[in-house]
């Protein structure tokens, strides 16, 4: 199996802060992360595919980047309805895995 | 719309048998291309892939669970069954059916997710 690591496994910020989360494969996965967003009591949406892509209906704040093993989910300006749980999720294998999730929360 | 809905039984006790059926409209599961997976996540814990299950009935399993799993299709219901056979009260949680995302070569991920059914295994 691939194994997908996230980090931070929580965080803090304010809102308009720019945060960063990092999943990092347990071999190269070339650019086969998908990042969603989960919240409590919700199924998870899509965020962003093959590592940059923004979903549809996506606002543009979310943004991804990264390749090979070490991809990062950033968030440019922090809004209240963004405090969520955040997993990356690699397609490179079809046996899929996800990320252990870093909850976000706004002080 | 393509929506997507998890039944079953809400309580199953340890070494039975439990059956899930994800009953989906505004899509085909005969359609080229379309793949429907089962994820779970225990409570307060990560989400975890189970199986999917594709077009032409391809099918793959999570290794550490491929033994007791197995995913059917009734493409003339437009339904996905998942059974897991001798579950253990570590197999509660909610488990979710979703849809696989239409972005050609970027492998599988799930744009449309059902509302997810929560099963309790215990005696």
């Known amino acids: 199996d691939i194994q997908m690591t996230q980090s931070p496994s929580s965080l803090s910020a304010s809102v308009g802060d720019r945060i960063t989360i990092t999943c990092r494969a347990s071999?190269?996965?070339?650019?086969?992360v998908n990042w969603y967003q989960q919240k409590p009591g919700k199924a998870p949406k899509l965020l962003i595919y093959a590592a940059s892509s923004l979903h549809t209906g996506v606002p543009s704040r979310f943004s991804g980047s990264g390749s090979e093993t070490d991809f990062t989910l950033t968030i440019s300006s922090l809004q209240p309805e963004d405090c969520a749980t955040y997993y990356c999720?690699?397609?490179?294998?079809?046996?899929?895995?996800f990320g252990g999730g870093t909850k976000v929360e706004i002080k | 719309q393509t929506t997507l809905k998890e039944s079953g039984p809400t309580l199953v006790k340890p070494t039975q048998t439990l059956t899930l059926t994800c009953t989906f409209s505004g899509l085909s599961l005969s359609t080229s291309g379309v793949v429907v997976g089962w994820i779970r996540q225990p409570p307060g814990r990560a989400l975890e892939w189970l199986t999917l299950i594709y077009w032409d009935d391809e099918k793959h399993y999570t290794p550490s669970l491929k033994t007791r799993l197995s995913i059917t299709r009734d493409t003339s219901k437009n339904q996905v069954v998942l059974t897991m056979t001798n579950v253990d009260p570590v197999d509660s949680g909610t488990y979710y059916c979703a849809h696989r995302a239409n972005y050609d070569g970027s492998g599988i991920m799930f744009d449309l997710w059902g509302q997810g059914t929560l099963v309790t295994v215990s005696s």
């Open positions: 071999q190269s996965i070339t650019g086969y």
């Open positions: 999720q690699q397609s490179y294998s079809t046996l899929l895995t």
